[in-house]
């Protein structure tokens, strides 16, 4: 592991390709799509994270910029999952392209949103990244469905 993160210091990649080869890491490569869509999710968050902290280190991250990811990965993986729902609804609805991307980029927030809160509750707690994932799934299940 070692020779791994001195390999990628060495290699000055960029924030993109440093969040893949993290990525890679640790996640297994069978290739599922639950995978590929976590990695692309992970890979947008980290990428988040360099935005928001443009001279964070990837290797030596607080406990805050860890659960920034994690949260940011979980927030992403749940609205992908939720574009995948609506995908042919966004299709059929006679709404402009335009008003369909905003309300997408609102989902986006509240989701987010929504995430921060379940972190800060299960800070206290130290609960597993699959129990915060699943609070915040059935939340955002239940507002939707209101």
Known sequence: MTDWVARCRSANLSASD?????????????????????????AEALAKLYENHPDVDIFDLTD????????????IQIC????????QTYEKLKHDPAQIQERRA??????WAEVRVVLEEKKASYADPKSLAQSVLQSA???FAE
């Open 18 to 42: 440093l969040a893949l080869e993290v990525l890679k890491e640790v996640i297994s490569g069978s290739g599922s799509i639950d995978e590929e869509s976590l990695r692309d999710a992970g």
């Open 64 to 75: 805050a910029q860890i659960a920034e990811v994690i949260g940011l990965t979980i927030a």
């Open 80 to 87: 992908q999952r939720i574009d995948m729902q609506l995908g």
């Open 106 to 111: 609102d989902i986006r927030e509240w989701v």
């Open 141 to 143: 299940l239940q507002v």
